[in-house]
């Protein structure tokens, strides 16, 4: 008889548990709460724009290795789209400065020996000041680990780590931030290529898996929450959805919870989850931008940290973005789009605009919080856990859920083992 894997939540590490336990010939059930797949993941139709927006600007690069596997399993690889080359252009809106980092295409950093790639102004020693993150664990904050000041710092660890670890990178967790290097700026241009779904996440990411899903005879339920679970001998025996909607569960039956971790803390009574949480805000204007716009520029000096240019669209967005959230929104839109002009070439008068704030949108990527992981074994033999909020060795990002829901499905694999 085929074993079910139940998966609670149809974010991304849930569907990529669901699309890897398919795979491996589990017949597979996923039970989302809400009205739509993709959690903090996902596009929708906007009618202040008249567009299809993202409800964030995540952006995916070459070595995500998880992103871009999850992506070819349910063969939309090819709808990440990007420079040939790990390219990266920024602008100093205060000094007008422009410049342009390039990681060029090889498997080791050269590109800081040579003076026309790397950030302007800046020599090879202090690219070797960032070797001690490396090595740091989990518990240093990136402030005792590296300089946090400097023309380096400011015109890239800084933008960098900001939008990895989401909250002000001195206060950050060094290892995790050290992952990040290590992944990113130490593995070369090879590994840093940005790739965008330039038709939208839910396009590329979300609805291909939900139909691979169905296609293959699997469910995806929507508005479908779990309440409860029933356990007998230190498993899983029913889940709860509330009045007679009850699924008993088999003896090879499994669950894998990729939901918030609030969520998962009600379910779970005692599971240690992070409790702090930082911002984001993204904006979105309905402009086509000027002929030969990068598809991404870091902009240095101004509210906006990142510009993405789309065919309809600019885009911007902004992490450890709590002090605006309670700003008033035409204040606010204003201000980012006096911003864009300054960034992207653009003028005129405010066009038809979107902001979209996130309050919770990444766990605290602090020491302390990040200690408040918790990883993928539960005290039940067929409850595993997944979400970029679970301890995955990186920050909360798209490669960070991807790889916790590739985990937990690994780990469902494994225990059917004889």
């Not at 399993?73 to 990266?88: K, M, S, Y």
Request: glycine share 12%; with cysteine.
């Amino acid at each position: 008889m085929q074993n079910t894997a139940h998966i609670i939540g149809a974010g991304m590490s849930g569907l990529s548990a669901a699309v890897r336990l398919a795979n491996a010939g589990f017949k597979v059930a996923v039970h989302e709460a809400t009205h739509q797949a993709g959690g903090r993941c996902r596009s929708y139709f906007d009618g202040a724009t008249n567009l299809t927006i993202d409800n964030g600007n995540h952006l995916v690069l070459s070595g995500n290795s998880h992103v871009r596997a999850y992506a070819r399993a349910i063969g939309t690889e090819a709808g990440l789209v990007g420079p040939e080359r790990a390219q990266f252009p920024f602008v100093d809106i205060k000094t007008g400065q422009r410049w342009q980092i390039d990681l060029g295409d090889g498997r080791l950093p050269t590109w800081v020996l040579d003076e026309s790639r790397r950030v302007p102004d800046t020599g090879l020693t202090d690219y070797l000041k960032l070797a001690p993150l490396l090595w740091a664990s989990e518990e240093t904050l990136v402030g005792k680990s590296i300089p946090t000041e400097g023309i380096l710092y400011q015109r890239l660890v800084q933008p960098l780590l900001l939008a990895a670890l989401n909250v002000d990178p001195p206060e950050g967790s060094a290892g995790l931030a050290g992952a990040i290097v290590r992944e990113t700026l130490l593995a070369g241009g090879q590994a840093c290529r940005p790739l965008i779904a330039r038709d939208g996440l839910s396009a590329v990411l979300i609805e291909p898996a939900v139909k691979f899903l169905q296609e293959r005879g699997h469910t995806v339920q929507l508005g479908h929450e779990l309440r409860s679970f029933a356990n007998t001998g230190g498993k899983v025996a029913a889940l709860n959805f509330g009045g007679e909607d009850v699924i008993q569960l088999g003896a090879g039956d499994v669950i894998v919870m990729a939901v918030p971790p609030r969520a998962a803390s009600s379910l779970l009574p005692g599971l240690k989850t992070p409790t702090e949480f930082r911002a984001i805000v993204n904006a979105h204007f309905r402009i086509t931008p000027p002929p030969g716009s990068a598809p991404i520029l870091g902009v240095i000096g101004g509210v906006v940290e990142w510009l993405f240019a789309f065919p309809n669209r600019l885009s911007v967005t902004i992490s450890n973005g709590d002090r605006l959230v309670d700003m008033p929104r035409e204040e606010l839109a204003q201000a980012i789009w006096n911003d864009v002009c300054a960034a992207g070439g653009v003028s005129g008068e405010l066009p038809p605009w979107q902001i979209v704030r996130e309050r919770r949108a990444t766990f605290a990527a602090t020491p302390a919080q990040n200690a408040l992981r918790p990883g993928p074994v539960t005290a039940l033999k067929n409850l595993f856990l997944a979400g970029d909020w679970t301890a995955t060795g990186l920050p909360a990002t798209i490669e960070g859920s991807v790889r916790s829901g590739d985990r937990a499905a690994d780990l469902v694999l494994a225990a059917q083992r004889p």
